[in-house]
């Protein structure tokens, strides 16, 4: 099979991963900068070029999409999927796990529990929700934010309030969530693939931290799943 990683650099560790672990199996496998993608749309099909060339015979396509320039990103993926060339993941669920409220809403539907979290757009009644979540402290997070990058913790109820009005005048939506204090630090990350659960990482958060992120100084270990 024919493999195309869309990634912004190709020596970025999970992509690199990735093409080793295709060209092990046997699999060609390309890896394109989807910024330098061309997508073209009207005359004929569908297309996308590189350099000046049409990008043809692949099989399947594996987005790594960041933070940077995500619309881009997800309209060269559905570009790909409209040619008939699969990808995983596709746009849409890409397009879903970029945003914490609209995953929060899916995982729900699907009845797997959510810590208690609320959103909304004024400050108004933000006392008795934050109250109706438990009281502070309370965990604030941007929608958008990855690798730890904005979310916040919250010591009162007054502090969340100052910094929640910070980012509606910012233009931006914020979540305010139960501050799950059984973490510690802690959380375990659970790979699901096709519906099976097939591995897990329990990550730890540096000391003074209660991120556990990677990207904020944290430490991933092997986990078994009971
Ligand atoms: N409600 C919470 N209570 C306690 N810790 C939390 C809570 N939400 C997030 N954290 C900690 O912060 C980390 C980052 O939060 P997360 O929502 O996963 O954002 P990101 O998408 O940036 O990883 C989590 O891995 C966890 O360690
Ligand atoms: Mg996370």
Request: some cysteine.
């Amino acid at each position: 099979m024919k493999f195309l990683v869309l990634s912004r650099r190709s020596t970025i560790y999970s992509t690199r991963r990735l093409r080793d672990a295709a060209r092990a199996e046997g699999h060609g496998c390309l890896v394109v900068d989807p910024l330098r993608c061309v997508l073209v749309l009207g005359e004929g099909r569908p297309s996308v070029r590189i350099a000046g060339e049409e990008i043809t015979g692949i099989d399947a396509v594996i987005p790594r999409v960041g933070t940077y320039a995500v619309e881009y990103a997800l309209a060269v993926v559905r570009q790909f999927e409209m040619t008939g060339v699969p990808a995983l993941n596709g746009s849409a669920a890409i397009a879903t796990a970029k945003n914490k409220w609209a995953t929060m809403q899916l995982l729900m539907q699907r009845g797997i529990p959510v810590p208690p979290t609320a959103t909304m757009r004024f400050g108004t009644h933000l006392k008795e929700v934050i109250r109706d979540l438990g009281g502070a402290p309370v965990v604030l997070k941007l929608p958008r934010g990855m690798q730890g990058a904005g979310v916040i913790l919250s010591e009162s109820a007054q502090g969340a309030e100052s910094t929640m009005d910070t980012v509606w005048a910012l233009g931006q939506d914020v979540m305010v969530q139960k501050f799950v204090s059984e973490c510690r630090g802690m959380d375990l990350r659970v790979l699901v693939i096709g519906g099976e659960a097939v591995a897990a990482m329990r990550r730890t958060a540096r000391d003074g931290e209660f991120r556990s992120n990677i990207h904020r100084g944290g430490a991933g270990r092997r986990a078994e799943l009971t």
